[in-house]
């Protein structure tokens, strides 16, 4: 009766090409290998985004003067709640993406936190300056901008600003988890291929 050798296990690569690693480094530091003449901390933006950038900048500025010479202290303003509704509408979705983005580790949590965080700066500006001083209604508004919408607004900021650290934090993990994956590999091919098989009978 003669032993059959058992079959190894199937290999996560061909036997003929080495294993495949991952990059280490963010996106950012993996264009730079790419592009040595870039430097590493800047992204690869087309130049009109500049451009237009500076152009509105420019624009708005005389707007900026004109406005501040030509608005009113007060005005009566039609569909006052519908405005304020949408608005606070629009911001709860936002934040609801927010926790969407978040939750599932969505790498659009950085723009959408940017977006959130602006929102919240702007209703908290509003609702300031827009409050009556009688009846208490600035000093609820000026306590709710304080306590609510000031301090999440700074964390939203903070999870824009350090979404890049984050995900290459991430990114990192996923690398070092794939060299384990594959030095085990290596490590049962290894075993394998030791193994002694005893002469028929």
Not at 131 to 136: M, P
Not at 137 to 146: K, M, Q, R
Not at 159 to 173: G, L, N
Not at 191 to 198: G, Y
Request: hydrophobic share 50%.
């Amino acid at each position: 009766m003669t032993m059959q050798r058992p079959r190894p296990r199937p290999l996560p690569y061909p036997r003929s090409a080495p294993p495949a690693e991952l990059p280490s480094g963010t996106p950012l530091e993996l264009d730079a290998t790419l592009h040595p003449e870039r430097s590493p901390d800047r992204l690869p933006l087309p130049r009109w985004v500049a451009m237009l950038a500076v152009g509105s900048v420019v624009g708005f500025l005389p707007w900026i003067v004109y406005l501040g010479f030509t608005l009113p202290a007060k005005v009566r303003a039609q569909h006052y709640d519908i405005a304020w509704l949408g608005f606070d509408c629009a911001m709860c979705s936002m934040l609801a993406a927010l926790a969407y983005c978040a939750i599932r580790r969505h790498a659009a949590t950085g723009p959408v936190a940017a977006v959130a965080s602006m929102m919240l700066l702007v209703d908290a500006w509003f609702d300031v300056f827009t409050s009556s001083a009688g009846h208490g209604e600035l000093a609820l508004a000026i306590v709710l901008a304080l306590c609510g919408e000031l301090p999440l607004a700074l964390l939203c900021g903070w999870v824009a600003v350090h979404a890049e650290r984050i995900r290459a934090r991430a990114y990192r993990s996923l690398h070092v988890r794939w060299e384990r994956a594959i030095r085990t590999a290596e490590e049962a091919v290894a075993v394998s291929r030791t193994r002694v098989v005893p002469p028929p009978r």
